[in-house]
């Protein structure tokens, strides 16, 4: 499974920002796809996870401000964040568990978000 993330930059604090995360290779075999975030100096933290029925998960500090969905037929998950504050500065990173006998998983490249104050 290869991931391939997009949608950072540079947003004011307050706006908005829709990070995707396209799948491809053996995505048939996916069961869980969540966005983590890191601060330098810091641990890499869960920031929202999706399953394939539609669970969702958010971390306290995202939860009413952001969401997470997945578009099953582009085997895409997005993350829609509104309200970013500038605590919200981080590397964004895309993250598949799958299954094939085993667990697997699989990290996408970071995708940078700056919030400005």
């Known amino acids: 499974v290869q991931l391939q993330a997009s949608g950072g930059g540079l947003v004011q604090a307050g706006g908005s920002l829709r990070l995707s995360c396209a799948a491809s290779?053996?995505?048939?075999?996916?069961?869980?796809m969540a966005w983590y975030r890191r601060v330098p100096g810091e641990q890499r933290e869960l920031v929202a996870s999706?399953?394939?029925?539609?669970?969702?998960n958010y971390a306290d500090s995202v939860k009413g401000r952001f969401s997470i969905s997945r578009d099953n037929a582009k085997n895409t998950v997005y993350l829609q964040m509104n309200s970013v504050k500038p605590e919200d500065t981080a590397a964004y990173y895309c993250?598949?568990?799958?299954?094939?006998?085993?667990?697997?998983?699989?990290w996408g490249e970071g995708t940078l978000v700056t919030v400005s104050s």
């Open positions: 993250h598949a568990e799958s299954f094939r006998g085993s667990i697997h998983y699989f």
């Open positions: 290779g053996n995505t048939a075999s996916i069961n869980k």
């Open positions: 999706i399953t394939t029925d539609g669970s969702t």
